[in-house]
């Protein structure tokens, strides 16, 4: 019963893809009746378009939104238990925990991708899979952790918590919320099904010319691109409306708590750079489907064009990713800290400099590129400022935690690890950004290494923060804190480990999406491997850890940390109206240590049980 | 809990930290030995960003720990910290000091992006050229001033300045050699250049860092497109010239 949306879904797609399909294959034979059946391409790419919005339909769109414009009642059935999360539903919360789990199992997915490749690097030459299953792995590897970058902040804790924390009952667009969730599995489906299309072997940059010439699976991976996109744009859009339009009764601007403004920041982004990385990979599509020249050099394409359009969004992304991680991180260290968070404003001030900024940085990915000269220094310049807004995070940082009461738990563990991983990768960055150096380093292990530290050293333990802190409010239960500490030192020992012996490999001359490599750096992709095999392992006691407390354990108080911020003043779980009363907001989220001062009231009673 | 922080531990702990980092950047070769005279360039600024680096990791490093283990609670802490919202003064430094850093970071990298350039213009004269062209999956190295063509090697003069003419038949692909640090993309459609002033005799053999090696993606053969490079005395270049341009007649 729970899976009949899912189904009439699949079944509309398909009809949808016949459709779409057959018309494609209609318009050839008119075009040109000669070659009939030219090529699958066009029906692949009008067959999907077709299924998408069949799928789209079928799963919950008809029922719950578009029966309405044909001036039918909505079908809304409110469906308990777990049987919701298979639904297309409007609740923010329930949306949330989609996200987290489907994107939870995406990073564990990718993760063993990233075993795959670490295996065969494990020794030169060919071992365990040919160059091209590595070139498709790897860009697997890469796309399916860009999206976990992208999605898991923002869809996820961004959606669950991002409503409470301003004292919201839901998102500014609860539909809309829905649609960009059930975009997500078609992208799963069509990544799955590149590889039995020939796979795609540009990596997940996907630079023309070769993304014109290779596989079917590149076409694949394209719609996948696509698509997503689509979710993140109107993600975007959905929360910056939110924040905008829905904070309670008290909550101004500059009350706002510090992962809001981080999410706020970045969906600022996320709405309007998406769409020109969108505009690159369509245009990669109509080369490949209709025959179209942007990319043909000999039919007066620009090969460089897509590089420009791609970083134009691919830099600023980054900034979807790091940016809610800034917030998060500084969320739970002052909470955990019981101190105000340091230099608030200058944060703030921080994160939209950091948006001006990311958007004028692009071309630092292209100095080897043979772009031209003369826009080395200007570029070089503009991203080496970056480091003065980010600079403001660590000062907030190290502030917030200087003097203060730490309570070194799980989810402070993280964000403290944070603050290390975060610098690491920032500090590389500058050897990347000065472009002497960069001729060397561009497309080595060095970069591979330094983006890691950024993204997984930062983002990813700023997500592990996240979960362990709000896992109490998400699923009403405790967490094993035991557990959660064994899981924090293994993962942060084994993860320092594994990229500081990859920069090392990088300095030495290993280049990146490669396969095979000169013997002499045999030992050092050696160690890289074992070490990264250890921190592949450190997720079975994270694993093990949510399973076994989602399930037995101990009941969560509604305020098990005693913080401040308005989530944590109603129950855990939250009720579907997300509040008991409706909060009123008084003063700043995080004056800890100013008497009887309170940030909001919404009902519950400190320490009030569910 | 209620001493003050102590200070002097805090300057010792950086000073220390920050002493061994620069040795330690100093004494271990951060790079492959190089081989061309861009190479010494490029391997200046990465000692000098290193050394610049350090105490700042250091810095934030030391707080960090500091904070973690002073001011832990055991368990759950049973007072709040004191309400400290920001400090003007600091916050102002704080901006000013990281403005000032790339500033000086702009500098140098401006300053390094000049030197290769100039020397770059100094070179044009009794230079060597060699058109590379690649394609899927090798690549093809042209002297014209000898009339050679060879898919075997690069085989360059000690000394000489040589300008890299470089082009694609298919796909984006990228001209790296290791030992000469010097990086470019081979873009169909156009024509890229690079130079290089070669400083050492060495060969793959002995150093693998002589090697060509595509550093742009390109499909299938990517991992495997390596030509060795041989860097010898000018009397033996000829020598090889003489003899292979014999051959190509």
Not at chain 1, 167 to 175: L, S, T
Not at chain 1, 233 to 248: E, P
Not at chain 2, 33 to 39: G, I, L, R, W
Request: hydrophobic share 55%; proline share 6%; charged share 10%.
């Amino acid at each position: 019963m729970a899976l009949i949306p899912i189904i009439r879904g699949l079944v509309f797609a398909a009809i949808g893809f016949a459709v779409g399909g057959g018309l494609a294959a209609l318009i050839a034979g008119l075009a040109a009746p000669a070659s009939a059946g030219a090529g699958a391409e066009p029906i692949i790419a009008l067959g999907y378009l077709l299924a998408l919005v069949g799928w789209l339909l079928g799963v919950g769109l008809w029922d719950a939104w578009a029966r309405e414009w044909f001036g039918l009642p909505l079908k809304q059935a409110e469906v308990p238990g777990w049987r919701r999360y298979f639904r297309f539903t409007t609740d923010h919360k329930v949306i949330g925990v989609q996200y987290l789990v489907t994107f939870l199992v995406v990073f564990l997915l990718a993760g063993l991708l990233s075993v795959l490749l670490r295996l065969e690097l494990m020794a030169p030459g060919q071992t365990v899979m040919g160059p091209n299953e590595f070139n498709s792995v790897m860009g697997l590897h890469g796309i399916m952790m860009v999206a976990v970058a992208v999605a898991a902040i923002i869809g996820g804790f961004a959606n669950f918590v991002l409503p409470l924390l301003i004292g919201a009952e839901d998102v500014a667009f609860p539909r809309v919320n829905a649609l960009s969730y059930w975009v997500v599995p078609p992208v799963a489906v069509l990544l799955l099904a590149s590889p039995l299309a020939g796979g795609f072997d540009t990596g997940w940059t996907a630079y023309p010319p070769l993304s014109v010439t290779n596989a079917t699976g590149q076409l694949l991976f394209l719609l996948a691109f696509i698509t997503f996109g689509l979710s993140s744009i109107l993600g975007g859009l959905n929360f910056l409306a939110t924040v905008i339009t829905l904070r309670a009764p008290g909550m101004t601007w500059g009350r706002l708590p510090i992962f809001v403004w981080s999410v706020f920041s970045a969906a600022i982004i996320s709405l309007t750079a998406t769409q020109v990385v969108a505009l690159a990979l369509i245009t990669v599509v109509l080369d490949r489907v209709v025959g179209m020249s942007f990319y043909n050099a000999g039919q007066g394409g620009a090969p460089l064009l897509y590089q420009h359009l791609f970083w134009f969004y691919s830099h600023p992304a980054v900034y979807i990713m790091i940016l809610p991680g800034f917030g998060l991180a500084l969320e739970v260290l002052t909470h955990f800290s019981r101190k105000p968070l340091f230099a608030y404003k200058w944060v703030v001030g921080g994160f939209l400099g950091i948006v001006g900024l990311s958007f004028i940085v692009w071309a630092h990915h292209l100095f080897t590129s043979g772009m031209p000269d003369e826009l080395h220094i200007p570029f070089m310049i503009l991203t080496e400022l970056i480091s003065v807004p980010t600079g403001l995070v660590f000062l907030s940082a190290l502030g917030t935690i200087w003097m203060g009461r730490l309570w070194l738990n799980t989810p402070m563990l993280f964000a403290l690890a944070f603050v290390f991983n975060f610098l690491i990768g920032g500090i590389t960055g500058i050897f990347l950004a000065d472009v002497p150096t960069d001729i060397h380093l561009q497309d080595t292990y060095f970069v591979v290494a330094h983006f890691h530290y950024t993204i997984m050293g930062g983002e990813v333990f700023a997500i592990f923060a996240g979960l362990y802190y709000w896992f109490p409010k998400i699923t009403g239960r405790m967490f094993n804190e035991k557990l959660g500490q064994i899981h924090f030192w293994w993962m942060f020992a084994a993860y320092n480990a594994t990229f500081l012996a990859m920069f090392w490999v990088g300095l030495q001359g290993m280049n990146r999406r490669v396969a095979d490599y000169p013997a002499p750096l045999a030992g050092g992709n050696l160690l890289v491997s074992i070490l990264s095999f250890i921190l592949a392992l450190s997720f079975l006691v994270f694993i093990y850890n949510v399973v076994r407390s989602w399930a037995r354990g101990p009941r969560a108080a509604a305020n098990p940390w005693r913080a401040r911020t308005l989530e944590w003043q109603t129950s855990s779980p939250p009720p579907l109206e997300n509040f008991h009363q409706p909060p009123r907001v008084l003063e700043h989220p995080y004056d800890y240590g100013v008497p009887g001062s309170v940030h909001a009231t919404a009902g519950v009673a400190e320490g009030h049980a569910r | 809990m209620n001493q003050r922080p102590n200070g002097v531990a805090l300057v010792i702990a950086w000073a220390v930290l920050t002493a061994a980092g620069v040795a330690l950047a100093l004494s271990v070769g951060l790079f492959p030995s190089p081989a061309s005279k861009e190479a010494r360039i490029i391997d200046g600024a990465m000692t000098l960003l290193t050394v610049l680096a350090v105490p700042i990791f250091a810095m934030v490093v030391v707080l960090l720990l500091y904070s973690a283990l002073r001011f832990r609670q055991r368990g759950e802490p049973a007072e709040d910290g004191p309400p400290i919202r920001g400090n003007l003064k600091l916050e102002l430094t704080w901006v000013l000091v990281t403005l000032v850093l790339v500033l000086v970071l702009a500098w140098y990298g401006t300053a390094g992006l000049l030197e290769i350039r100039h020397h770059t213009a100094e070179a044009a004269e009794g230079q060597l050229v060699v058109q590379v062209h690649s394609s899927q999956w090798s690549w093809e190295y042209t002297y014209p001033a000898y009339g050679i063509r060879t898919k075997e090697e690069l085989r360059l003069p000690v000394g000489r300045p040589v300008r890299f003419e470089i082009t694609a038949a298919d796909v984006i692909h990228s001209f790296w050699v290791p030992a000469f640090r010097t990086k470019i993309d081979a873009v169909p459609g156009m024509t890229t250049v690079v130079y290089a002033t070669p400083d050492r005799v060495g060969s793959f053999q002995e150093d693998y860092h002589f090697r060509v090696q595509c550093a742009e993606l390109c499909g299938l053969g990517h991992g495997v497109m390596v030509t060795p490079v041989v860097v010898v005395e000018p009397s033996q270049f000829e020598a090889w010239a003489a003899q292979q341009s014999g051959r190509t007649r």
